[in-house]
C-alpha cells in the first residue's frame, strides 16, 4: 500500500518561507512523477510543481521564480522550497507520486497517489 507522508506546513508572515517534504513508500515500483498541488478554500485543486525522475520539472506559471522543487529518488522525496510567501499562497498543498507502467496490452498506465495534505497559511 502506497503511503505519501508529508511534513513542514505551518503558519508563517507574508515574505517569509516555508519547505515542504513529502516521503512515498509502500510501492513495489518507481515513482516517475512526484509533486505538489494545493487547494485553497472555495477553489480547485491547482499544480504548483512536478518533477520527474529524469529531474524535468513542470511549474505554475504564477509561481515560478519564487518555489523551487526538488526530489531524491533513492529516498522516494519530493520538497517544495517556497520563498516570499505571499497571502494568496494559504491553501492546503497535496503531495502527489505517480507510478507509471508501460505494458504490452494496456500501454501506458499511471497510477495516481496523494498524501492527507499540509496546511500553509501565509498570514501576519
Known amino acids: 500500500q502506497v503511503q505519501l507522508v508529508e511534513s513542514g506546513g505551518g503558519l508563517v508572515q507574508p515574505g517569509g518561507s516555508l519547505r515542504l517534504s513529502c516521503t512515498a513508500s509502500g510501492s513495489r515500483f518507481s515513482f516517475y512523477i512526484m509533486g505538489w498541488y494545493r487547494q485553497a478554500p472555495g477553489k480547485q485543486r491547482e499544480l504548483v510543481a512536478t518533477?520527474?525522475?529524469?529531474?524535468?520539472?513542470n511549474y505554475a506559471n504564477s509561481l515560478k521564480g519564487r518555489f523551487i522543487i526538488s526530489r531524491d529518488n533513492a529516498k522516494n522525496t519530493v520538497s517544495l522550497q517556497m520563498n516570499s510567501l505571499k497571502p494568496e499562497d494559504t491553501a492546503v498543498y497535496y503531495c502527489?507520486?505517480?507510478?507509471?507502467?508501460?505494458?504490452?496490452?494496456?500501454?501506458?498506465?499511471?497510477?495516481?497517489?496523494w498524501g492527507q495534505g499540509t496546511q500553509v497559511t501565509v498570514s501576519s
Open positions: 518533477m520527474t525522475s529524469d529531474g524535468n520539472t
Open positions: 502527489k507520486a505517480v507510478v507509471r507502467l508501460d505494458t504490452i496490452i494496456a500501454g501506458t498506465e499511471d497510477y495516481d497517489y
